[in-house]
T-cell receptor, first 112, second 115 residues
Framework: GENVEQHPSTLSVQEGDSAVIKCTYSDSASNYFPWYKQELGKRPQLIIDIRSNVGEKKDQRIAVTLNKTAKHFSLHITETQPEDSAVYFCAARGGGADGLTFGKGTHLIIQP | GAGVSQSPSNKVTEKGKDVELRCDPISGHTALYWYRQSLGQGLEFLIYFQGNSAPDKSGLPSDRFSAERTGGSVSTLTIQRTQQEDSAVYLC?????????????FGPGTRLTVL
């Protein structure tokens, strides 16, 4: 089955700086890669996703890149703000799988 | 409109008891998913429903876990003879049609504590 690795587990950045979270996946047939943000005690919320026929997608301060050859994808957050502090999860789906396979999460801390 | 809802929000039970967790998906969503999130961990896929059928039950941790969905809407996850390692947040998600690129919307979860 699919295996998703996510790094780093904790990331601390100064407010206004950029943050990058990286994920790798194992199943070359995977074709959908969402990113979820989860605040403490809240449900995961989709923030951006990318499909395998696209290499990059951007939505305001958030962007995701996908390298299918290397089987890795990354989340980029620019001009970080205090409200960006949360746990971020990458996930992969496809290749006949029904559910999403999640990484273990990155705790993003924005230092004022 | 209304999102995915789950009940109860919290459940404390004694080891060996059975529990039922409920999920109400977004109206019109044909696909429904159950995940489990242990403390400080990522989400673990349990089971997927397309309509009332569950083509993939391979994620269920043991035969103590079962799930059903009736009327293509509400789903119930049942855990029999609960064990302490079952303690976790159980999250339900739904999506419109269940295709690979379909956005999954999560409910608030049920926090299960087994004493």
């Amino acid at each position: 089955g699919e295996n998703v690795e996510q790094h780093p587990s904790t990331l601390s950045v100064q407010e206004g700086d950029s943050a990058v979270i990286k994920c790798t996946y194992s199943d070359s047939a995977s074709n959908y890669f969402p990113w979820y943000k989860q605040e403490l005690g809240k449900r995961p919320q989709l923030i951006i996703d990318i499909r395998s026929n696209v290499g990059e997608k951007k939505d305001q301060r958030i962007a995701v890149t996908l390298n299918k050859t290397a089987k890795h994808f990354s989340l980029h957050i620019t001009e970080t703000q205090p409200e960006d502090s949360a746990v971020y999860f990458c996930a992969a789906r496809g290749g006949g799988a029904d559910g999403l396979t999640f990484g273990k999460g990155t705790h993003l801390i924005i230092q004022p | 409109g209304a999102g995915v809802s789950q009940s109860p929000s919290n459940k404390v039970t004694e080891k060996g008891k059975d529990v039922e967790l409920r999920c109400d998906p977004i109206s019109g969503h044909t696909a429904l998913y159950w995940y489990r999130q242990s403390l400080g961990q990522g989400l673990e896929f349990l089971i997927y429903f397309q309509g009332n059928s569950a083509p993939d039950k391979s994620g269920l941790p043991s035969d103590r876990f079962s799930a059903e969905r009736t009327g293509g809407s509400v789903s119930t996850l049942t855990i029999q003879r609960t064990q302490q390692e079952d303690s976790a947040v159980y999250l339900c998600a739904s999506s419109l049609v269940g295709l690979a690129g379909d956005t999954q919307y999560f409910g608030p979860g049920t926090r299960l504590t087994v004493l």
